[in-house]
């Protein structure tokens, strides 16, 4: 087991420590610090922002500084309404066993059904933090309802964009592995690519590292990302493409794409879709979602990603996603 784990090195040097993590600036750092000096979260903790940018380490490593027992920690399971009046009410009336305060952790916070978040706001979150504290972790922060949000007092955003934090951070990786790189060129490859995730950029690093002999490629690197983030790569082209295209072209894209202006990378898109079976579409909606600041087009972006969740076959949620995208911006002719 420990070879599989060691055969990848964003499991192999995932954070232990709060300075290995990266944040978006040093009064994060420094918040996080104060609460693992005192052992204790001052009230509830609400991180958020994209995938494999430290959200989940972060609360990993608080609670392994803060908890000294197991009884007073409790970690959500299927965040239903019915465990939250079963398991965390009486978990948080109780005082710690041994820790200064106890710690109910819940991932992926945006999937709580409505209920949960209705007894989470009026009953729970908020009564015993003299005892509690709740740490929430979710990569769509909007789809958490204001008022839940507002009752956590500290809200930390992971964006990625700590370009010499990611840069350094890599840069340590790459000597330990003692592969062969220009640095010049890991801090531009860092700076042209950081909106993938640190995760993405130590794959990539990795693949290239394993593919070259222990020498990192960055001329060929681009090409070797993930199915991910090449679907997000060949939708963003095929709205560009689109958006420029005159009226007559639009409406042959929308109507006939195998026979437009967009045929390679649309014959692509669907090549990958339909021959792949791991995707992480949660991935793809989240990355197009921070990628594009037209508000319609992000809303139809939310839209899809709930329905996906529910999908037996997600990639006709994604698919439904791409068309929607695409006919609101031939509409609207803008992005």
Known sequence: MQDIIQTSWFLKYNPKTITDLIFDNNNHQQLILKFIENEKID?????????????????GILITTIIKAQNDLLVLKDRSVKEIREKVLPFIQKQPVKSKQKIVLIEEMDKLSNDAFNVLKTNTLEKFQANTAFIGCTNYIKKIEPAVVSRFNTRIEFTGSNINGISERLKL???????????????????????MGIRELINQLQF?????????????????????TKIVSLIMDILGISLKANIKDKKIILDFPENSIINVQYKELIQLLNNNYDINFDYIFNQLYNNINYIPVKLIIAREADINQNKTFPHVSLLGCYYNMLKCIITINRI
Do not use: D, H, P
Not at 44 to 55: E, I, P, Q, V
Not at 208 to 228: A, D, K, L, R
């Open 208 to 228: 290239s590292y394993n593919s070259n002999n222990n020498v990192i490629n960055f001329e060929t690197i681009n090409s070797i990302g993930g199915i991910e």
């Open 43 to 59: 009230g509830n903790l609400l991180l958020f922002g994209s995938y494999g940018l430290g959200k989940s380490a972060t609360a």
């Open 173 to 195: 990786i790459l000597e330990q592995e003692q592969a062969q790189f220009e640095l010049e060129e890991l801090y531009k490859f860092v700076e042209s690519n950081y909106k």
